[in-house]
């Protein structure tokens, strides 16, 4: 959790497991071939210390500025959100996962960034996968893969699997 990885290589998987209320936010240059996926678990650091991506605030400048350092234009970099579940029956004000895909969105709004696809919500966890090439997708626990965005092959070969959280 709070981890962040970034790719342009064809094959390579950047994969979020577990997100409960936790967000992952993906951010994407298709003309580019080049991606990134953060695991946001808080909406804001408030100070508090720990890596960039734990906290909305912080993770979308972060992962914006990884994936502009390996290739992306920022003009035609597009966010997919995935995750922010309630996962426990508690007051309004404790739904984390709802404030978490509050604080992405509004991050990604000040830095200028379009939300191209989401899935968020609901009371279930899941996993985010970008598989550089191919697509991104989302999987419920349990569940089906859901392809939200097809990305195109005009990246160099090799392969690679990194885990963005546990």
Do not use: W
């Not at 979020?16 to 298709?30: F, N």
């Amino acid at each position: 959790m709070g981890e962040l990885a970034v790719s342009s290589r064809t094959g390579d998987e950047l994969v979020a497991i577990g997100l409960g209320s936790c967000i992952g936010l993906a951010m994407i240059d298709r003309d580019a071939g080049v991606a990134g996926l953060a695991h946001v678990v808080l909406p804001e650091s408030q100070g508090k210390p720990g890596p960039a991506a734990k906290f909305a605030d912080l993770a979308v400048p972060e992962l914006l500025s990884k994936v502009v350092a390996a290739g992306a234009a920022k003009r035609r970099i597009e966010a997919i959100m995935i995750g922010g579940a309630r996962m426990f029956s508690v007051g309004a004000s404790m739904d984390i996962g709802a404030r978490n895909a509050e604080a992405v969105r509004g991050a990604l709004k000040e830095a200028g960034i379009k939300i191209k696809a989401e899935e968020t919500g609901g009371n279930r966890g899941r996993t985010a996968r970008i598989i550089m090439g191919s697509d991104i997708s989302s999987q419920l626990a349990g569940g089906e893969r859901t392809s939200l965005m097809s990305l195109g092959s005009s990246v160099t070969n090799g392969r690679a699997t990194t885990r963005v959280g546990r």
